[in-house]
């Protein structure tokens, strides 16, 4: 991997490395990064692998080289505590966040860097994040009496100053977008000639989701939010604030409601009806939004912040009249909404929390290339487009379902060295390699594909419940160490339930996904095996990567369905359409490396160590039975598969052995 990357930065190009878990892929590419002698930035996909890279992989490689480097980790403004904002909390808040606060207060003024991710029960105090963070709008900048002592601040100080710089893909494109608002001068990421884009088959949707335009509720909250603090500070009794503010968190609620009616799914169109309902209420909100930036402009001598919060306000207008007039060309539009808040249910917020908060109105193109063209040429110079950064690498555990990785550099614009790719035309090419796993897979697993299955077009509750009666003698056999990644929310829901049912009485517990965070569902797995009860862990999409539950931990895993894109997702529904209308066929292109990749990210979750061992169970016939599933399963590891009578006898085998990561 090193050659590999050397020899591609030699000669000017960029690089991907498809480099399996346990191949060290860490190591080598801060080894070749360190060859450079420059300051280098390394994005993750995640927090959690940022963490990972500062804390330990970076040190340990350094002590091991013995080489001396300032190496800084950045994450959004949003990860900090905001010290004005906890000031004005701690005046504001009262009753139910009294000992919540005390508890960020008590932390702020011990703690170094001022991550909210060091208090561990945070995800507890949703409701108390929005009043002690502050988003790039809401800070006061140099008009904060804490501007000195600021977390945000000290960090990017410390960023600037780095030689190794560990940043998350979020912030890299929030940087793009920063750049082409406001001129590439206000940049706030210091950015380098060696760029190293690590998780990386995660850019293309994080990309698209910065890079796209529109306007989330949570937003529109944080603005009414932060307009309340403001005017009781600075012009109390010059207008009705509180009904003003009202009037707009009410007409979004019903605006909300009736957007979501009206997109509809992306295979069942909203009817006319349900459009003009929308349209009333978006001119319901535009006009009570009006009146309350109005009554801003009209006090906004009163302080700095004040005006800044109308122009603020009159930004959001604008995002709504854009909403109004329809998608533009070669763009799709769709409502953010996460899975838990269904059509129905959207303008209850308050029963919905912060994931209501989250909704909003996306506007985007197709694929990440095109938003990263729609920029200026010189913003795009700082991407791997322009000429810019001297040295891309982009590696993950799974980029492509080809030697070329094909699919990975299409979406992002690049032209891998493969004739398939041709139309790329003078895309900058990319060189590519894939290595191989060094786990003996075929030592260490076998697929089992259940006989008997209602098929995939059954409703969620049929196909958990037969799912669920199956697993059943197998969970109890092997004393839990299982976890099943479900491709939907309800067969989550139902096959959780189903479990529960049938596993009462014994020492085996079921978790669900959304139930606790992530971090402590896994932990809760990782002990279970010195513990007396057993653990099945079943979830969505939040658990098909960045799981690594070595040993005992996880020796069954279970995939309820082939994980093809949603038929309802608008995005997904506007690359088909425009590929077919491309004349090109959509499935070969665009539906099977897609699908392949997550299957892959999926099955990758079993064996994460040498020793380990254990059995991948995909409850979808298709594999056998469509012409399809060939390609799906050459996509995979080898995998020796295991007929359904010989399943018991292998899971007592491994019941019975200890394994240890
Ligand atoms: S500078 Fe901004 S983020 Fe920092 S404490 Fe002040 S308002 Fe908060």
């Known amino acids: 991997m090193i050659a590999a990357i050397e020899a591609a930065w030699g000669q000017g190009q960029r690089v991907a490395i498809e480099a399996p878990t346990g191949t060290g892929k860490t190591y080598a590419y801060l ?3 360190l060859a450079r002698q420059e300051r280098f930035v390394v994005s993750t996909a995640t927090r959690a692998l940022q963490d990972q890279l500062v804390d330990r992989d970076i040190p340990a490689l350094l002590a091991h080289q013995g080489l001396q480097r300032k190496v800084a980790v950045l994450k959004g403004r949003e990860n900090y505590v905001c010290l004005h904002g906890l000031e004005q909390a701690r005046s504001k808040l009262q009753g139910q966040h009294a000992g919540a606060l005390a508890q960020v207060e008590r932390w702020a003024q011990s703690t170094q860097g001022g991550d909210l991710s060091e208090l561990d029960d945070i995800s507890h105090l949703p409701s108390l994040v929005p009043h002690i963070t502050a988003s790039h709008d809401e800070c006061l900048g140099q008009r904060c009496n804490h501007f000195e002592r600021c977390f945000s601040n000290q960090a990017r100080s410390r960023a600037a100053q780095a030689d190794i710089l560990v940043i998350n893909h979020h912030l890299f494109f929030s940087e793009l977008r920063h750049r082409q608002m406001l001129g590439v001068g206000h940049g706030f990421v210091p950015l380098a000639q060696t760029m190293v884009m690590d998780e990386a088959h995660q850019l293309q949707a994080i990309g698209l989701k910065v890079l796209a335009k529109g306007l989330n509720v949570g937003d529109m909250r944080d603005y009414l939010q932060t307009v309340e603090r403001e005017t009781s500070l600075h012009a109390r009794g010059f207008a009705p604030w509180q009904a003003l503010q009202q009037k707009v968190q009410q007409a979004m ?15 069942a169109p909203a009817d006319a009806a349900a459009r003009a309902t929308s349209r009333q209420a ?3 909100l535009h006009n009570a939004l009006s009146a309350l930036v109005a009554a801003l402009q009209g006090v906004a001598g009163s302080a700095a912040v004040v005006a800044q919060l109308a122009g603020q306000g009159d930004v959001m207008l604008q995002a709504l009249r854009q909403w109004a007039q329809g998608a533009g060309k070669d763009l799709v539009r769709w409502w953010d ?7 129905g249910q959207a303008g209850d917020l308050q029963a919905y929390g912060r994931y209501a ?8 193109p197709l694929w990440l290339w095109q938003a990263l063209q729609a920029l200026s040429p010189q913003v795009q110079a700082s991407s791997w487009l322009g000429q810019g950064v001297q040295r891309w690498l982009f590696t993950s555990a799974t980029l492509g379902d080809d030697e070329a990785l094909t699919w990975f550099a299409q979406g992002l614009g690049l032209r891998s060295d493969s004739s398939a790719n041709s139309e790329a035309g003078d895309a900058p090419l990319l060189a590519s390699l894939r290595l191989r796993s060094h786990f003996d897979w075929a030592q260490q ?7 008997g299955m209602p098929g995939t077009d059954a409703p969620a509750a049929e196909r958990a419940q037969a799912l669920a009666q199956w697993l059943l003698p197998h969970l109890k056999t092997l004393g839990g160490r299982c976890m099943v990644l479900c491709t939907s929310t309800a067969a989550m829901e139902a096959l959780a339930q189903a479990l529960r049912l049938g596993l009462q009485g014994q020492a085996i ?6 139930e606790q965070p992530k971090r402590r569902l896994l932990q809760a797995m990782r002990t279970a095996p010195s513990g007396k009860t057993g653990r099945v862990l079943v979830g969505t999409l939040g658990l098909w990567e960045g799981v690594d539950l070595p040993g005992e931990a996880l020796q ?3 995939i309820d369905k082939l994980p093809f894109p949603p038929r309802h997702d608008v995005l997904h529904a506007a690359r088909v359409q425009a590929l077919r209308a491309a004349g090109r066929d959509a499935f070969e292109r665009y539906v099977l490396p897609q699908t392949a990749m997550q299957l892959r990210q999926g099955v990758g979750r079993l064996i994460r160590s040498a020793s380990d061992q254990g059995v991948v169970v995909i409850a979808d016939e298709r594999l056998h039975s469509r012409s399809y599933g060939a390609a799906l399963l050459a996509a995979l590891p080898p995998l020796p598969s295991l007929d359904d009578e010989a399943l018991p006898a292998f899971l007592q085998s491994l019941a019975e052995k200890e394994i240890r990561p």
Request: net charge positive.
């Open 31 to 33: 080894i070749a990064a």
């Open 253 to 267: 609620a019903q605006w909300m409601e009736a957007e979501q009616q009206a997109l509809g799914p992306a295979d």
């Open 282 to 284: 978006l001119i319901h």
């Open 337 to 343: 909404s996460p899975g838990v808040v269904r059509a």
């Open 357 to 364: 908060w989250r909704q909003g109105f996306r506007e985007s």
């Open 445 to 451: 697993a076998r697929l089992v594909v259940p006989q």
């Open 509 to 514: 517990r079921v978790l669900q996904q959304g």
């Open 556 to 558: 069954l895993l279970v």
